[in-house]
């Protein structure tokens, strides 16, 4: 096994001395790390300057709220395949022939819904209502800075498209067009490169359809989708996924691999259409978009209203048939 080169040399002086290729590769380490802290931090500090403070509060809770099931996404894949790199996710699904969105379903639905809320898309666009709200960036903002906002939104897209297609739809790989070797001839790379931008732009164009099409929750959905429905079915999407790979060496073992394979692709469907109906008949109030309809509170207070007139009407009459 490989050792960790150490980040500091003892000169013969006994000072420390820093290891320049061992710096570097702990700021790279940490930089990988924090890219989605960095990433938190500036959308909190964009909207510090606006004077809409609800504004702020729904950037903030939208953005920490979805996530957290992103990541439990991603995890399923992880342990899959194996390496957190994604050319070796991308060979594993060339390899096997199946792709992580028909192994895990629910985490793919997971991790695709939670891709458009980060991106603050519709149906999750509440934090910038650019329809019907006159304020936020829209306003606040002009030139460069808006063209800023504005060109974000579309590259977080872009990158979710990328991600979304390298981790569950098998980036490269193509049923009986690509192969799954790693020698590929200048042919083959161009073709290879040509289904993955295919497949990306195909993602993209869901983005917009969706965006064309699905209407906006309320705010109260909005986090108890993010709480209710998405945390728990990551969450089980992760155990399922993990439970699977410890016992699949067992599995081919004693069923074979002929029941193995259709086992371990059922499995995760079973858990995907009980999940997501246990998740509607549990949190009605996070799949239904209608309007919440307070006619009973309404008519209570009409009642009390009239009440109140009728007493003072009656303290009127009174007070008349005193002073004659």
């Not at 700021?27 to 909190?44: G, K, P, Q, V, Y």
């Not at 390298?166 to 790693?182: A, E, R």
């Not at 161009?190 to 917009?208: D, E, P």
Request: glycine share 8%; with cysteine.
């Amino acid at each position: 096994m490989g050792h960790r080169p150490q980040e500091q040399r003892i000169r013969r002086d006994g000072e420390a001395e820093e290891n320049p290729l061992a710096a570097a590769e702990s700021r790279n380490r940490s930089d990988n790390l924090s890219l989605t802290a960095d990433r938190i931090e500036f959308i909190m500090d964009a909207p510090r300057l606006l004077k809409n403070i609800f504004e702020k509060e729904e950037h903030h809770r939208q953005l920490i709220a979805y996530e957290i099931p992103l990541g439990l996404g991603l995890l399923g894949v992880v342990l899959s395949a194996g390496s957190l790199r994604l050319d070796i996710i991308m060979t594993r699904q060339a390899e096997t022939g199946l792709w992580y969105a028909f192994a895990q379903p629910l985490g793919f639905v997971v991790f695709l819904i939670a891709s458009f809320a980060e991106a603050a898309r519709l149906p999750f666009d509440l934090p910038e209502a650019e329809q019907e709200l006159v304020g936020g960036y829209h306003t606040e903002y002009a030139g460069v800075k808006l063209l800023l906002f504005l060109v974000s939104e579309f590259l977080h897209m872009v990158t979710a498209a990328f991600l979304i297609v390298i981790m569950f739809l098998g980036g490269w790989h193509f049923w009986g067009i690509t192969g799954s070797t790693q020698e590929v001839t200048w042919f083959g790379a161009f073709l290879r490169f040509g289904i993955l931008s295919t497949k990306i732009f195909a993602v993209i164009l869901f983005f917009m359809v969706v965006r064309w099409s699905w209407p906006r929750f309320r705010f109260d959905q909005l986090m108890n989708l993010a709480w209710k429905v998405m945390l728990p079915l990551g969450l089980l999407n992760l155990v399922v996924v993990a439970t699977i790979e410890e016992f699949r060496p067992a599995l081919e073992s004693t069923l074979g691999t002929g029941l193995t394979t259709p086992l371990t692709i059922g499995g995760p469907w079973l858990i995907f259409f009980g999940g997501w109906v246990c998740a509607g008949l549990l949190t009605p109030s996070a799949t239904d978009n209608r309007p919440i309809h307070t006619r009973s509170s309404f008519t209570e207070k009409q009642g009390l209203k009239n009440t109140s007139m009728k007493k003072q009407s009656s303290d009127l009459v009174e007070i008349q048939h005193e002073t004659v």
